[in-house]
């Protein structure tokens, strides 16, 4: 017998076994593989970028913390920590140029860049203890548009962390199943033991269910994380930042019952417009309801993909409904075509007394005043409502969007005002669009929601919207109706888009919806079509650009005329040829609006 047939034939099992048990190397993250210009030029984009944003002293504790949480992750010292500071301080002037481009031509990124965006996403979500601030996220949004990334990967970068942790949860479950079905069949261990055992085992899970809530669970996340968030995600810590970031309730807004009404409310709750969950969500508000039917709180709301987690709040309905059997019997009643263009002259000329409207309008006025009165007083209580209900968490630690058209935006106006008096309310709202908002337009009015917005301000308005003057003829409160004009509020939140060349009155709004969200900027799901993409880019582009530099009120203009000029000649598709002078107009209008210096996105 030769020696190798001495030799044990588990033996080789086990050595094979144990060379496959082997450890696998831990991957580098993408923070180790960063060399030190990388670090300081990306903590530098990061300050000056913050100083753009939120240079105001209210912001200064937020500042200084993000640059102390960056600094650390990025394992900087304490002296770059004060340099960066003072960037974000305007201390230090320096433009973020020189910076971008080092971070852009660097090997890390030339492999892949949404390596950095999944690092500062991840990192955003877990320094914070599982608070996803809205200043944070419009800051990535700021900074990834600047590197070339487009939103929807960033939002992509976001639900992949959701999803993997979704399913390493699944994975655990049955895990957990398995085991407690195979030691019941061996050992017969009584039921009362499977539920200790159960909780013994799958206690440290955490299932977050409803419409706002992903299922999710600390393993799992080094997939796409790697490194030392991981290992802050793996650890009784990482437990309690995901019960942050999506609420320790679970029910989330879908699930939200009033609790304590607000005034005399009698309605208020949130429907899902679309399941997916993600670490941002929008809310719409409809202004009013045609027809009998509530279906209308969601039908008008049918196209948009602002957010892939939304949601719309159904509110009032028995009021709204009788508001829009008014406008029914209103246009029904008197109008005719002479009667419009008659209207949108008296609107568009600002006359308000009464002896300019006509007197068949004037006579049905008793129709429409009071359930108009009404609804007015609801809509301010529902603002204050859905303040306590943002303030209060229950969506989570997550930034919200939130659009609104007449009535609708005025419930906006009021829950910004709600919040604005109270503490701790910077981080929750990220964006907001009123369109046709029935509030002041006065400037005064709107500064204070400078701490409570993060993102853009955007105010839909019509010039010709005779229905919103006619409503406002006898009050003396509000001679400047943000509805009909610009907010002249020289601030880069703030961005005002002339609608009147997409719509002729109030309730076109509600008609022509899709355009509408499409010149403001508001993402439909048309937008994912290539030839819709190329038509409603340019709002949401020049949306976007306004951060860049403190907008004035004559860019603003501008905005505004570039957006509708946009929309109006991707018209084409539109049956109404009375449509083809307003656009041929509105071309002439951007040609002039070329004169002016352009921004480059």
Known sequence: MSGNDNIDPTTETNAEISENEKPEEKEESFVEKMDDMFKFSLASFSAISLCLLYDTPNNKDYRHSFIDSLVSHLSLSSGVGNTMKALSDNDISQESDVFIQIIISDKCMKENRLNLVKDLVHWCVTSSGGKYDSRSRFLLRHMTWQLHVKLEDLEDVEETLIKMLREQTEKEKLENDSVRAKKARNQKIKRFALVGLAAAGGGALI????????????????????????????????????????????????GYKMK??????????????????????????????????????????????????????????????????????????????????????????????????????????????????????????????LAEVLLAREHGQRPVTLIGYSLGARVIYFCLEEMAKRKKHSGIIEDIYLLGAPVSGKVEDWKKFSSVVAGHITNGYCRTDWLLRFLYRTSSRHTEIAGLQPIAWENRRMINIDLSSIIEGHLDYAKNMNAVLAAVGVR??????????????????????????????KSCADIGALGEAKVDKKEETKTNETLESESSADESKSQECSDTPARKV
């Not at 994380?225 to 995901?242: E, M, R």
Request: hydrophobic share 45%.
């Open 260 to 385: 304590r009404r607000v005034g005399g409310i009698d309605q208020f709750f949130f429907s899902p417009l679309t399941s997916s969950d993600q670490l941002s969500l929008t809310i719409t508000i409809s202004g009013w309801l045609s027809g009998d039917n509530e279906s209308n709180f969601f039908d008008v709301w049918s196209h948009i993909n602002q957010s892939r987690e939304q949601y719309s709040i159904v509110w009032e309905s028995e009021h709204l409904m009788r508001l829009g059997n008014a406008f029914e019997y209103i246009l029904e009643g008197i109008m005719s075509y002479a009667a419009t263009e008659a209207l949108k002259y008296t609107a568009l000329a600002g006359l308000l007394a009464a002896i300019a409207w006509p007197a068949t309008l004037v006579s049905a006025a008793g129709v429409i005043d009071n359930p108009w009165s009404v609804c007015l007083q609801r809509s301010v209580q529902v603002g204050r409502q």
């Open 207 to 254: 299932g977050l269910t409803g419409g706002l809530a992903a299922p999710l669970v600390a393993a799992g996340a080094g997939a796409i994380i790697g490194g030392t968030s991981a290992a802050v995600l793996g650890s009784v810590a990482g437990i309690a930042v995901i019960t942050s970031l999506f609420g320790a309730g679970g029910a989330g807004l879908a």
């Open 524 to 553: 439909t799901r048309k937008t994912f079509n290539n030839e819709a993409k190329s038509s409603i880019s340019l709002p949401n582009m020049a949306a976007t650009a306004t951060v860049d530099l403190p907008v004035s009120s």
